[in-house]
């Protein structure tokens, strides 16, 4: 399939029409679905029918957005008025949004065509969308592998491009995680920059919503028609978003471009294989004109075990909504109130979700709360500080966006501890609030992806766009596609 920028101009120059490129998309969800299983919902009549306003804008001669009449994929935690939102999660089987959210209604008044909704792990909890409720959704890479979580769905969908782009959401890697796994291009915005209203919050300091493509510039073109500051989010920031793709140039030389290497990303638990990648396009990046040097952040390893207590905390409050009485699923009607509260959460949640309801719940009791929440938090602000001394430096940092390639399915589920390790590189980029990417850079023996995180200071998206486009347009890596 071809990028933003190529269909617009087939679309603006009558060569096809949006109801064909809409229709092309649907055929090989309908052809791959089977397989990779990256769609909870797909919308074939609504997508049509956006396609059909789109075509009728062109043929009266209106100017058209870039990404009107283009084919996209939402994760299923953004709420779509009028089709259902489950978050993958038997609770929310039957809720159908009365609203839209800010993104998907920002994309709808420009003409982007949403195809369907994707899977994720149930409230996005998981790094393999396999504590989905509903399905497992395939590597498009290795169909016995995970696409990587939470946001595995849209990342899929993405990489065997049953569609253009995609959206996802990253509390603690959900989305460069899955770009890593499915060898595309996935970004984290700083947060506040994209508004969560409509996100069906997990843990709401930590929740960001960003892009999924296969290349660099449509990133950039994606970010841009959803950032932007929203009256309805308390924590949108007012600031003013620029054209991130006029930040995309071939070389850094002219840029000054500095770039940190962090060194606790390198070492024990680290796949040799990932390590050899990650060294090589370093190297490929001092060749293109970046100085680069070794930068340290001692509190980076702190990032998990913080994380851990901060997000489940927060999630045990969030979730506490789910109950049974205003909306999503109840167990069977009974005249004890707090029965049909128990019922309905212990049917209508899965292990994971209450695992991590548990942990928040025990974080946040009396006793229990200063030992635990208030030091995590405490040990958050060391992190943004350890991040703050290595921007006083360098531009941008990089490390592995993940420290293994994607997994076999059901290779971790018994083992919850070993699963969390997969966000050891891209939790403390949330902590922090600060931007983040995964780009292509390589693969391992058995021919899966692994992808390199770029890491920006806050609101310095412009400087990631611009490594990452040198990189991958001096690389072939972002022109591989899965064997499908």
Not at 168 to 177: V, Y
Not at 355 to 367: E, N
Not at 374 to 399: G, M, N, W
Not at 418 to 440: E, F, H, R
Request: net charge negative; aromatic share 8%; proline share 6%.
């Amino acid at each position: 399939m071809a990028s933003i920028r190529e269909l617009h101009q087939q679309l603006v120059n009558k060569e096809r029409s949006s109801v064909e490129i809409t229709q092309a998309a649907l055929e090989r969800i309908q052809v791959l679905e089977p397989k990779i299983r990256s769609f909870l919902h797909v919308t074939p009549d609504y997508a049509l029918e956006q396609a059909r306003q789109v075509d009728a804008k062109i043929a009266a001669g209106e100017e058209i957005d870039l990404l009107a009449g283009i084919p996209i994929a939402i994760k299923d935690n953004m709420c779509t008025k009028g089709i259902p939102t489950t978050c993958a999660s038997r609770i929310l089987e039957n809720f159908v949004p009365p609203y839209e959210s800010t993104v998907t209604q920002k994309l709808k008044n420009i003409g982007a065509v949403m195809v369907g909704k994707a899977n994720l792990d149930e409230f996005a909890m998981g790094s393999s969308t396999e504590t989905s409720a509903y399905q497992v959704t395939a590597n498009p890479w290795d169909l016995s592998r995970v696409p990587g979580g939470s946001s595995g769905g849209s990342a899929a969908a993405v990489a065997a491009e049953e569609c253009v782009v995609g959206l996802g959401s990253d509390t603690g890697g959900s989305i460069r995680l899955p770009a890593s796994f499915c060898g595309i291009v996935g970004m984290k915005p700083t947060y506040g920059l994209v508004s969560r209203y409509g996100l069906v919050a997990y843990a709401s300091s930590l929740d960001q919503i960003g892009p999924f493509s296969r290349t660099v510039e449509d990133a950039a073109i994606l970010l841009k028609a959803i950032a932007g500051y929203d009256p309805n989010d308390a924590t949108s920031l007012k600031v003013e978003i620029p054209d991130y793709t006029q930040f995309l140039q071939p070389d850094l030389k002219s840029q000054g471009i500095k770039i940190g290497i962090i060194k606790e990303t390198f070492g024990e638990g680290l796949d040799p294989v990932v390590s050899e990648a990650i060294n090589k396009a370093i190297a490929h990046l001092q060749s293109l004109g970046a100085e680069v040097q070794e930068i340290s952040c001692p509190q980076f390893r702190y990032g998990l075990p913080t994380y851990y207590i901060i997000a489940p905390s927060e999630a045990s409050a969030n979730l506490a909504r789910y109950d049974g009485v205003k909306y999503g699923f109840r167990a069977a009607e009974n005249d004890n109130l707090l029965l049909m509260y128990t019922k309905t959460r212990a049917m209508g949640f899965g292990a994971e979700v209450k695992r991590r309801i548990m942990l928040g719940t025990y974080a946040l009791s009396a006793g229990y709360y200063d030992a635990y929440y208030l030091k995590a938090q405490k040990v958050r602000t060391l992190i943004k500080q350890d991040f703050e001394k290595a921007f006083a430096q360098v531009d941008v940092l990089v490390c592995p966006t993940a420290p293994t390639t994607a997994f076999k399915v059901g290779e971790k589920t018994a083992d919850p501890l070993t699963m969390y390790l997969s966000d050891l590189m891209t939790i403390p980029v949330n902590l922090a609030g600060l931007p983040g990417m995964s780009i292509p850079c390589g693969f391992d023996n058995q021919g899966l992806p692994i992808g390199l995180q770029l890491i920006g200071n806050l609101l310095r998206e412009d400087q990631i766009f611009q490594v990452a486009y040198a990189y991958e347009q001096s690389t072939e890596w972002h022109l591989k596609k899965p064997p499908l």
